[in-house]
T-cell receptor
Framework: AQSVTQLGSHVSVSEGALVLLRCNYS??????LFWYVQYPNQGLQLLLK??????LVKGINGFEAEFKKSETSFHLTKPSAHMSDAAEYFC??????????????FGQGTILTVHP | DAGVTQSPTHLIKTRGQQVTLRCSPK?????VSWYQQALGQGPQFIFQ???????QRGNFPDRFSGHQFPNYSSELNVNALLLGDSALYLC??????????????FGQGTRLTVV
């Protein structure tokens, strides 16, 4: 079984400040990890993914995440927040194969607010 | 590339009615998954279709059913609607490459309101 815990349902930062959104996972098999962003009344857009290659993954819009197996974490960061980053962010885990056939298990989401 | 398209975008139904939601996958994708996202929650996996068969199912009652057509498009049907079925329904498509599934691409969703 796989699960995801996102620490902090709401994160608020000032424009230009560091963004850090936390994600911890549980998986009985080697995980594939994803961060998705959702704007109001929209679907999910993939920000970045970890698929067992480099542990530091760079995504779109300046976001990156680091896979730390020892800490079972996959935290999302961005050095300098922009007003357009305000959205809800979801961490998800899958094994992309095996018996789950790529089923995604999502965390509860973190709403990011960016203040001027 | 049109990406994943879902219809309708919004829908209002009365308790006890039945509803059908539709999804066209991204070009080149052959697998369709459906997710339910209740307000303030993360998406929850309903089921997945591949080669016109339900391959895997999440923890949803039999009132939720689906279908996949030869062109890989898919429908989600919900019978005997309950107020608790109000949610954003997301369709995601992917494809099989070797033994692995590619990453999932999501549509914009269908907002279902049950009154």
């Amino acid at each position: 079984a796989q699960s995801v815990t996102q620490l902090g349902s709401h994160v608020s930062v000032s424009e230009g400040a560091l963004v850090l959104l936390r994600c911890n996972y549980s998986s009985s098999v080697p995980p594939y990890l994803f961060w998705y962003v959702q704007y109001p009344n929209q679907g999910l857009q993939l920000l970045l993914k970890y698929t067992s290659a480099a542990t530091l993954v760079k995504g779109i819009n300046g976001f990156e995440a680091e896979f730390k197996k020892s800490e079972t974490s996959f935290h999302l960061t961005k050095p300098s927040a922009h007003m357009s980053d305000a959205a809800e962010y979801f961490c998800a885990v899958s094994d992309l194969g095996g018996t789950s056939y790529g089923k995604l298990t999502f965390g509860q989401g973190t709403i990011l607010t960016v203040h001027p | 590339d049109a990406g994943v398209t879902q219809s309708p975008t919004h829908l209002i139904k009365t308790r006890g009615q039945q509803v059908t939601l539709r999804c066209s996958p991204k070009s080149g994708h052959d697998t369709v998954s459906w997710y339910q996202q209740a307000l303030g929650q993360g998406p929850q996996f309903i089921f997945q279709y591949y080669e016109e068969e339900e391959r895997q199912r999440g923890n949803f009652p039999d009132r939720f059913s689906g279908h996949q057509f030869p062109n890989y498009s898919s429908e989600l049907n919900v019978n005997a609607l309950l107020l608790g079925d109000s949610a954003l329904y997301l369709c995601a498509s992917s494809s099989i490459q070797g033994m692995m599934n590619t990453e999932a691409f999501f549509g914009q969703g269908t907002r279902l309101t049950v009154v």
